[in-house]
């Protein structure tokens, strides 16, 4: 029998979430039957999506929604045999008893000096959704501008560093120097901290006078109203994410994007990475060979501890993280 403890949600976030919205949960699990296998975490992944998706996907109660890397510890499953790892929708648990559902074996060539951490960031879903954001939304080009907000994080990072591979100017923006002069050494053309310029306007005009072709916006809201102004004719602009919106209380309002879109004929899609599933093997292939070869660098803000999940994810919330946030065991 193996003492397991989650993260419960135990009530609502409302507005920015604080350490009362959790509670620490131990149980006893039964031992796994036929069929199941007993997983332990190693690795666990705080996600913006977390916080809206608490909204519609989960009650009080509940268990937080989670992805983590994982080790197979007892299996009565000979899809996973003892001792290999798994990315499992587990949820926000050290130990987990699972029939195979929501559990996939990490890539069987996965190389022994990467750390599988990875599987949550670079060459996981983050990482995905970067590569799908820039080849099947925007369809970018060589030689076009790009702009990306939150780029110093797990998306945002490797949305420019694909996009420098693909033959384009890359232009990010980022909450601290710090996160400035990192994006600066991956090599992006223009880098901004978007808290400290005096006018987000005129940066984005400097760093590109003649505007952009595509945009990759993980922020929405007043960043994207300012943005869209910014925008070429018939640009492009991939509807990530909105994370200046989530911790809202109150919708925000306006400026409305029509006219923009409009006379400059833009084009807006969103999109979830989970579209282009079927092709994810492939894609990890490719994104893995970049890492291996020094082109697609992969950073970490690593917080160890399972107690500690509330404080990691609260704390990526508001920007503490460069490049991915993960938490070790
Ligand atoms: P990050 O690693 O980028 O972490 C979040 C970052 O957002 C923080 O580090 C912070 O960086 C920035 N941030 C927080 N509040 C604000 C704000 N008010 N204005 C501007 N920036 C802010 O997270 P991810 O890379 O995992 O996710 C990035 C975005 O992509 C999110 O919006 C997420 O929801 C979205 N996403 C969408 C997916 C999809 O399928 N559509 C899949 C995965 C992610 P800073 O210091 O720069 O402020």
């Known amino acids: 029998m193996v003492q397991a403890k989650s993260w419960i949600l135990k009530q609502h976030f409302e507005g920015f979430p604080k350490d009362s919205d959790f509670e620490l949960k131990q149980e006893q699990l039964p031992e796994p039957k036929d069929g199941e296998v007993l997983v332990e975490a190693v690795f666990l992944s705080v996600d913006p999506y977390m916080r809206p998706y608490s909204r519609v996907r989960m009650q009080p109660g509940d268990v937080m929604i989670g992805t983590q890397v994982a080790k197979v510890i007892q299996s009565n499953n000979p899809a996973f045999p003892v001792g290999c790892h798994v990315v499992g929708q587990c949820g926000w648990r050290t130990h987990t008893v699972s029939d195979g559902t929501g559990l996939t074996v990490v890539l069987n060539d996965w190389p022994q000096d990467v750390s599988l951490s990875l599987a949550l960031g670079g060459l996981g879903m983050p990482g995905l959704t970067a590569l799908y954001g820039l080849e099947e939304v925007l369809a970018i080009k060589p030689g076009e501008t790009l702009l990306v907000n939150a780029a110093a994080g797990a998306v945002g990072s490797v949305v420019g560093q694909i996009a420098k591979l693909k033959g384009c100017k890359v232009v990010g923006s980022a909450g601290s120097d710090a996160k400035v002069a990192y994006l600066k050494e991956l090599g992006f053309d223009h880098v901004f901290n978007y808290k400290t310029v005096p006018s987000l306007e005129e940066v984005l005009k400097q760093a590109s006078p003649e505007g952009y072709e595509c945009f990759f916006d993980n922020v929405g809201g007043h960043f994207s109203s300012v943005a869209l102004p910014q925008m070429k004719r018939l640009g492009r602009i991939a509807v990530c994410g909105g994370i200046s919106l989530y911790n809202d209380e109150e919708p ?78």
């Not at 989970?274 to 092709?279: D, E, Q, T």
């Not at 690593?302 to 991915?324: D, I």
């Open 252 to 329: 925000q309002t306006g400026p409305y994007p029509h006219l923009n879109m409009i006379f400059k004929e833009l084009r807006m899609e969103g999109f979830l990475v989970g579209r282009w599933a079927h092709k994810n093997e492939e894609s990890l292939k490719r994104m893995l060979a970049w890492v291996q070869e020094g082109k697609l660098k992969c950073r970490e803000h690593v917080t160890v501890g399972f107690e500690n999940m509330p404080a990691a994810f609260m704390g990526m919330l508001q920007g503490e993280n460069t490049g991915k946030a993960i938490i070790k065991v």
